[in-house]
């Protein structure tokens, strides 16, 4: 069992819906919870970022963390076309010391049609 | 735009051969780390300096090594090329102790036939 799993879709959605990108984990020591955007070819961009359990909102982007349930999502508003890409989650231990070192999910690949 | 900047963007190598690739950190970031990402995968954790030192590895084999300079900026080895190391790698530069954002440069591309 990978200690972070993620479905890797694709997801088809019309442009204005509401997506839902999910992970399960494993580790119950994970503190830190990111998403990264991926756009083909290129290096992934820090979305959003997390510590601990609880939600975080930027623009159209919304991030929850369930530690009791090992579970994290992230929901996008109003998609658009430009939202096409994959959503890798990403997460790691607490400590300076981890610091960098994350665990990644396989990536959800997203297409939002106009 | 990150300020996280790698090369080569892409590069051919033949089995056997030897690569290194090149990664100049975020300003003020004195963490590197190095994640491989093949086709349809999330990145892998290869290893991180800090302080010029090897600060955490992942899982993979020896013949993956690296360094970090004073300035921050860091190589990736790569030695006795195999093709499954045909992947994206990733450099991504952070700061110790100012919590766990994490910054990804553009990727260097490596075909290994």
């Known amino acids: 069992q990978k200690e972070v799993e993620q479905d890797p879709g694709p997801l088809s959605v019309p442009e204005g819906a509401i997506v839902s990108l999910n992970c399960t984990y494993s580790?119950?020591?994970?503190?830190?919870f990111m998403w990264y955007r991926q756009y083909s070819r290129k290096g992934p961009e820090l979305l959003m970022y997390t510590y601990s359990s609880g939600n975080k909102e930027d623009g159209r982007f919304t991030a929850q963390v369930d530690k009791s349930s090992k579970y994290i999502s992230l929901f996008i508003r109003d998609s658009q076309p430009s939202d096409s890409a994959t959503y890798l989650c990403a997460m790691s231990l607490h400590g300076s010391s981890n610091t960098g070192k994350l665990i990644f999910g396989q990536g959800t690949t997203l297409q939002v049609k106009p | 735009e990150t300020g996280v900047t790698q090369s080569p963007t892409h590069l051919i190598k033949t089995r056997g051969q030897q690569v290194t690739l090149r990664c100049s950190s975020q300003s003020g970031h004195n963490t590197v780390s190095w994640y491989q990402q093949a086709l349809g995968q999330g990145p892998q954790f290869i290893f991180q300096?800090?302080?010029?030192?090897?600060?955490g590895r992942g899982n993979f084999p020896p013949r993956f090594s690296g360094l970090q300079f004073p300035n921050y900026s860091s190589e990736l080895n790569v030695n006795a090329l195999e093709l499954d190391d045909s992947a994206l790698y990733l450099c991504?530069?952070?700061?110790?102790?100012?919590?766990?954002?994490?910054?990804f440069g553009e990727g260097s591309w490596l075909t290994v036939v």
């Open positions: 991504a530069s952070s700061q110790q102790g100012s919590g766990n954002t994490i910054y």
């Open positions: 300096y800090y302080r010029e030192e090897e600060n």
């Open positions: 580790n119950s020591a994970f503190q830190y």
